[in-house]
């Protein structure tokens, strides 16, 4: 295989950028994610590839919920503070405040939507896992255009 096209290819895949939240017996936290796609219309199935060293993953495989809060057009500040994982304490995760629905993940108050679910598999065959969840509660709080690496000018990939 020509390992310079193999990467050139995935870098022109397009991407967001979401905040994955998550809570096990009372350790929350917050990362940057942004594999992640619609999976399933019926049932409401989507896919997210989450690096699996870090303690959000740990705490998904434990906990088997989620939330994804949806940053909008403009959030870049939300993006990057969550690259390195955010632990929430009195409210907020870093600066950004938050809020929980049914799981008890959390959800960046600031984003524009957000999506809740429970784990229905997890493949661990990479170096991110592969997890599949369904969809059991989702929120919008306005309209707008999501946040993408491109906006960034990031690229990911490869």
């Known amino acids: 295989m020509n390992e310079q096209a193999r990467k050139t290819a995935l870098r022109l895949m397009t991407y967001g950028l979401y905040v994955l939240g998550v809570e096990h017996q009372g350790d929350l936290r917050a990362a940057s994610i942004t594999w992640v796609s619609q999976a399933s219309f019926e049932p409401s199935l989507m896919v997210m590839g989450i690096k ?17 809060s949806i940053p909008e057009s403009g959030q870049k500040d939300m993006a990057f503070a969550f690259f390195k ?74």
């Open 52 to 68: 699996k060293t870090g303690r959000p993953f740990s705490l998904l495989k434990e906990s088997r919920k989620f939330a994804l």
């Open 85 to 158: 994982t955010g632990e929430g304490k009195n409210g907020k995760m870093g600066d950004f405040a938050y809020e929980t629905a049914t799981t008890g993940a959390p959800i960046i108050s600031a984003a524009m939507a957000w999506l809740e679910g429970e784990v229905q598999s997890i493949d661990e065959t990479g170096d991110h896992a592969v997890v599949i969840g369904r969809i059991t509660n989702a929120g919008v709080k306005r309209d707008g255009k999501a946040l993408t690496l491109e906006e960034l000018g990031l690229k990911y990939g490869g």
